[in-house]
């Protein structure tokens, strides 16, 4: 009899979990995944994947105004929020179908209850089951964290429940300067909604390059996203018509509905972790090692339960080599390095690498080229919007150690930039390459002055 129920016990069928999942029953183990909630995860199910639909519909309102300059008669284009809703759900509905089917193809075992681990080798479930692994792994992701508690906070939603409004909001007013909060700002104004985004910070999206910052900043208040930075939000009370949304100015605002995107913490509560041992970072992540390993040597975690990069490909690729490294006999690590990442405001971003503080900071000698322009669509439609592209390079090595985009399909270019940076192109390696004429993408090879330069004390 084997000394296990199973070889690996996943906690979460998150993308992290289900992709270790896999390949470790392909590599012939015998794996069991519990998940109390649905398969899929965050971005699946209540993230990037909804998210990135709702974007898509709050694009379309520029498509239509814009079709006139260019010889298109459109009539009036009417919103419908349920539609939208409902049509979402579908897709979720179908793409946790196709994940659960995976897990059926390799022959994992799906158990749709709580698992909390009991000692090292021995897991709970919410029905009383006891299950015995030889390994386990944590994949249970993040969870909205909204800070301190204030007046009427349970009138505020987080971006858990914005995806099933039964109505839109006329007015909403958002917490918070990071991803979430940005992207559902030009979502809801997109969709015609009122919108107010409150942030504590001096300016939105704190960690990414200051002249990607100031240029989103300007592109959300043109289309008439009111930003209201310095400040908290330090009660929601609710009124006849709406909600009385106090601020610490001691301003109030009224709005349908009020929404907090302040971060999110490692899901850990609750998993029975610190009854084995397992250690917590400062950011109180599961602490790991570069193979993913906590302290406890048959425990590992992977994804945004270890707060290291907070992106569904990082989960995937460290799920992978989990699985690799345990169960393939193939020692994987995942280099953090340059990962590249888009936001999806309006305009989007994409980003990788060094930001130019970073740059000057840890290089000294650093040659920053940047442009701004408007887009070539813009000319007929007429449009009051700009593209920004800058890039960080090294001036000892002429590596190109950094690249920043503001622009239409951002995200669809910062990925295959990352694939040069990665390989480590220098600006000269960019000047020799080709333009695509006409597109926007290739003023990141025409690029041919710096517009600053950094020599080690001081900006010249």
Known sequence: MPEFDVDLFVIGAGSGGVRAARIAASYGARVTVAEEFRVGGTCVIRGCVPKKLMV????FADDFADAEGFGWTVQKPVFDWPTL????????????????????????????????????????????????????????GGRPYHGAAIAGIEHVISSNEVFHLKQQPRHIVIQGGGYIAVEFAGVFRGLGSEVTLVYRGENILRG???????????????????IVTKQTVTAVEKVDHGYDVALSDNTQIMADLVMFATGRHPNVEGLGLEKVGVEFD???????????????????????????????PVAIREGHAFADTVFGKKPTKVDH????????SEPELGVIGLTEAD??????????YKTSFRPMKAT????????????????????????????????EMIQLVAVAIR??????????????????????????????????????
């Open 56 to 59: 898509y519909a709050s694009r």
């Open 85 to 140: 809703i409902a049509n979402k759900d579908r897709e979720i509905a179908r793409l946790e179908a196709a994940y659960t089917t995976t897990l059926e193809r390799y022959k994992v075992n799906l158990v749709k209850e709580r698992a909390v681990i009991e000692d090292r080798h021995t897991l709970r479930l919410a029905s009383g089951a006891k299950v015995t692994a030889k390994t386990i792994l944590v994949a249970t």
């Open 208 to 226: 990414f390059d200051d002249d990607l910052r100031a240029h989103l900043r300007s592109e959300m208040e043109r289309r008439g996203i009111k």
């Open 282 to 312: 400062a950011r109180s992540g599961i602490d790991v090692d570069e193979h993913s390993r906590t302290c406890v040597e048959n425990i590992y975690a992977v994804g945004d339960v270890t707060n290291r990069i907070n992106l569904t």
């Open 337 to 344: 390095t340059n990962v590249p990442s888009a936001v999806f």
């Open 359 to 368: 740059a000057v900071k840890s290089l000294g000698k650093v040659d920053i």
């Open 380 to 411: 007929l439609s007429g449009r009051d919007t700009r593209v920004f592209m800058k890039l960080v390079v090294d001036a000892t090595t002429d590596r190109v150690v950094g690249c920043h985009i503001a622009s239409p399909d951002a995200g």
């Open 423 to 460: 390989m480590g192109a220098t600006k000269a390696d960019f000047d020799a390459t080709m333009a695509v004429h006409p597109t926007a993408a290739e003023e990141l090879v025409t690029m041919r002055e710096p517009a600053v330069r950094h020599t080690g004390s001081a900006a010249q």
